[in-house]
């Protein structure tokens, strides 16, 4: 059965194959030429968007299809974060513009544009493009995105090219990190993250 998406791509295409046979033909040689290359453009635009819309979709499903296990600790951490909000903390495209040097107007910009009361509503694309602003989060920034990081991980490790897996599981084993975050974390949060490292240590080498 075709999503929404795909039944909208392929309408697109039949629209643009029919104008093409009976628009194209009526025009003289010359016009014909140009039409031609404009819906073969509008076309390849179209396959492309298509095809995007289709990665989208198997990232969404092959998110979904998780083992009974990673799917119990996803909500085990949901619960222990689930009233955690980012309050004065730096937001997440805050802490990239801080990685480029930006100016204080800069980010101030930045962080409108970003969630700061509900972390389950940062999209995985934001998180699987912004590995680095981990390093340039405080402390509350940190705690804030920290579970949406973490099923991230669960969810895409050794799955894709984003280095963000492996920056949240830094950040959780750096020693330093982990003596700033404990005033922060509550017992419960500490258990889930436990859980957490337990199980990537099972799955990779990238936790000591």
Sequence with gaps: MF??????FYVYLFCWAYALTSIGFRLTV?????????????????????????????????ARNQSPQVMALIGRIRDAFRDVRLGNGVSLREADVMDDYGTDAERAAARRQDEVDDWTAVPDEQIGESPDALHFLDNKGLCFYLPAFMIFAL??????????????????????RIDELRPLISPPQREVI????????????DVE
């Design 3 to 8: 999503t929404n998406t795909g039944r909208f």
């Design 30 to 62: 010359a016009k014909q030429s140009i039409w031609i290359t404009a819906s073969i453009a509008l076309c390849v635009t179209g396959l492309v968007w298509g095809l995007s819309s289709l990665v989208r979709l198997i990232r969404q499903r092959t």
């Design 155 to 176: 969810r895409y490790y050794g799955k894709g090219e984003s280095r963000s897996p492996q920056t949240v599981l830094h950040q959780l084993t750096d020693a330093k």
């Design 194 to 205: 436990e859980g957490f490292l337990d199980h990537m240590r099972s799955e990779t080498d």
